[in-house]
């Protein structure tokens, strides 16, 4: 889903007060293609914006990669439970 | 009047087809909301059992948001037997409960001693449950804006601004607690 307001954005050039604002809806690739090019074109330009990108990206990658793999017992156990409800 | 005969190998094979294959999911989510392997076996079979009541008036349109759905409410209930008063603020005793688990050790002592992911995972559990829950569900379990609207019951909204709310505060979290020098991560 694409925000609204992320679509009337369309600037020749982002500022930094709007790429501080989109930041984190640009990392999960919710903002408009063309919103989205211009915050690329600022991010490489700009050192504290693009800072503050790597960082949220380092941060968001670390949370994905801590996502333990799930209980494969707990799962088989479920899944039998779910053999029992169904009569399978 | 007799009830209505119920067609049991329809429930059944609508069973195979919409629950199942999300059983892992459903886990997941249940590890990540109740934050207990045991607690969250008993909501994904609870769930499951009320899926299949409910198996033969479900349309089939997006079974994930539907199975979520029900196991919102399933936690809700669980969480109404064990703890009345949980109700009457709901955001507020969950912030409660999440600090009397959380880790008293000092968050500095912690970066050195276990890096960069310990100290996330430290400013993660420091958040208020409000919080901390959103990003569990889509940072950590990858759930969409609408699929966690969907399990914490809230609008997609909401689940954005908490979500960016909480990057914000781990960031600082990790900063105040020297995860990053010059910053970059340690």
């Not at chain 1, 609204?4 to 809806?25: K, M, P, T």
């Not at chain 2, 940072?139 to 908490?162: F, H, K, N, W």
């Not at chain 2, 979500?163 to 979290?173: Q, S």
């Amino acid at each position: 889903m694409i925000r609204r307001r992320w679509r009337r954005r369309l600037s020749s050039e982002a500022n930094c007060r709007e790429v501080g604002r989109a930041l984190q809806s640009y990392l999960d690739g919710d903002v408009e293609p063309d919103f989205a090019a211009k915050i690329g074109e600022h991010l490489e330009k700009c050192k504290d914006c693009g800072l503050a990108h790597s960082t949220y990206k380092e941060i968001k990658q670390t949370l994905a990669d801590s996502a333990s793999p799930a209980d494969t017992d707990a799962v088989a156990r479920l899944r039998e439970f779910g053999r029992q409800i169904s009569g399978n | 009047m007799a009830e209505p005969q119920v067609d049991s190998s329809t429930q059944q094979a609508a069973f195979d087809r919409y629950v199942v294959p999300e059983i892992e999911v459903l886990y997941r989510v249940a590890r990540s909301i109740t934050r207990n392997p045991t607690d969250a076996e008993d909501l994904v079979q609870d769930t499951m059992l009320r899926a299949y009541k409910a198996i033969l008036r479900f349309d089939g349109r997006h079974p994930r948001a539907w199975l979520l759905t029900i196991m919102r409410n399933a936690q809700i209930n669980r969480v109404r037997r064990r703890r009345p008063e949980l109700l009457r603020d709901p955001d507020a005793t969950m912030d409660r409960l999440a600090d009397e688990d959380s880790d008293d050790a000092d968050p500095e002592a912690q970066v050195l001693e276990r890096g960069y992911s310990a100290a996330v995972e430290n400013a993660l559990n420091s958040l208020p449950e409000k919080f901390r829950s959103v990003v569990q569900l889509v940072d950590v379990q990858a759930l969409s804006y609408q699929e966690a609207a969907d399990i914490l019951g809230v609008p997609t909204g909401t689940v954005m601004s908490r979500l960016h709310r909480a990057r914000t505060r781990i960031r600082k979290h990790l900063e105040q607690s020297g995860a990053y020098l010059n910053g970059r991560p340690t």
